[in-house]
């Protein structure tokens, strides 16, 4: 449960297994009413863990984006690196490990079309090599970060890295949840049927 | 698109299918406001990229400015060809033109949407009047109902006591 998205504990709705015992000396409105608050409480928690993961789902692609850019530029920086030996790229990723030649490894620069606006892209150039040292990262809430080629690969990697784990803790807890409510859900549909059954019992007895 | 509704004759619907045209034509000025609202950001859009071709002028080319990779990775680098710009035409189409090829593009493109824009805005005042008729005809409606359950009641109270006497 380390995995877990939620601080503290998760809560948890509790199975009655004895519906006849739970329900000696309580009125059914009010405790269907009581259990009914709970199961709105979990729908709320289910909604919101659903909002912060596609929050979360809505960041990947740029983030994946930016990473197999940052591979070709951390390798137009310094031809000779191999990332994938290093860990610092999938092995999936070709232009990645030494065996290919970086863009611009001869001519000391490469050209790029870059977004300039929406819809409008303008050429650019790049320098490659030694002159080539820095990238700048857009950390968020106004701030720019320049890295080293290869040093900013690794910070968003294990950025990339953390959405994915925090994704993947978010999905245990909505199973959890999930679990919760068809537990609260079995508890009403339960106590309902015995309210029935202890309505027709009084109604023969009264008959007789 | 939305035809005035002084064309139906209303006064032969019931009170349950005026409801269900207000319940339609609610939604038709909802789908039409949306439409209009993602026009409008689109010629937003538009409007900034035409003003992002400023920066295309020979005083920039060569300068050392920051590229950007994608909207989170800068870099180092100059402007290569400060001529020419390449245009995404929609439809995975792209065209080199020159930088005032693309700004009477993008002129081009807001007149376009400008008149998308006014006639949009034209459906959507028809629909909202069609819908205030509709609305005074259900309110007529329920009264005449009303008003003929009361005289019926009346006439029948009218009828029981007159047996009584």
């Known amino acids: 449960m380390s995995k877990s998205f939620m601080s503290g504990q998760r809560p948890t709705a509790h199975f009655i297994p004895d519906i006849e015992a739970y329900m000696s000396g309580k009125q059914t409105e009010p405790t269907v009413r009581a259990l009914e608050g709970q199961y709105t409480k979990f729908r709320f928690m289910e909604k919101a863990l659903l909002q912060r993961k596609s929050g979360l789902a809505g960041r990947l692609p740029e983030l994946n984006k930016a990473l197999s850019a940052l591979v070709l530029l951390a390798r137009a920086a310094d031809p000779d690196v191999d990332l994938v030996a290093e860990g610092l790229a999938d092995a999936d990723m070709p232009e990645a490990s030494s065996q290919v030649t970086p863009p611009g490894a001869e001519t000391g620069h490469f050209d790029m079309r870059f977004e300039l606006a929406e819809t409008l892209y303008a050429e650019g150039r790049i320098k490659t090599g030694a002159a080539f040292d820095t990238v700048h990262l857009w950390i968020g809430s106004n701030v720019m970060v320049a890295y080293p080629p290869k040093e900013a690969l690794g910070v968003l990697r294990r950025n990339r890295d953390q959405t994915l784990t925090m994704m993947d803790g978010i999905d245990d807890d909505i199973a959890h949840i999930r679990e919760q409510i068809n537990i609260l859900q079995v508890n009403v549909a339960r106590i309902h049927n015995w309210d029935v059954k202890r309505r027709a019992a009084l109604r023969q007895q009264a008959a007789k | ?165």
Not at chain 2, 42 to 56: D, G, H, I, Q
């Open chain 2, 1 to 165: 698109m939305a035809t005035s509704i002084q064309d139906f004759d209303l006064s032969r619907l019931t009170l349950g299918q005026l409801q269900e045209a207000q319940r339609q034509m609610s939604q038709e000025i909802n789908m039409l406001t949306s439409s209009y609202s993602v026009l409008r950001e689109s010629k937003m859009r538009f409007l900034s990229s035409a003003a992002a071709l400023s920066v295309m002028k020979p005083d920039n080319k060569d300068k050392n400015i920051m590229l950007p990779i994608t909207t989170s990775l800068y870099v180092p680098g100059t402007l290569t060809d400060v001529n020419h710009v390449l245009v995404d035409v929609g439809t995975d189409y792209f065209i080199k033109m020159s930088v005032t090829q693309a700004a009477s593009y993008y002129e081009r493109k807001d007149a376009m949407l400008d008149a998308e824009l006014a006639q949009l805005n034209a459906s959507i005042q028809q629909a909202q009047q069609n819908m205030q008729v509709l609305v005074e005809f259900m309110q007529a409606k329920a009264f005449e109902i009303e008003y003929e359950s009361r005289m019926a009641k009346e006439a029948r109270q009218a009828a029981a006591s007159a047996a009584t006497n």
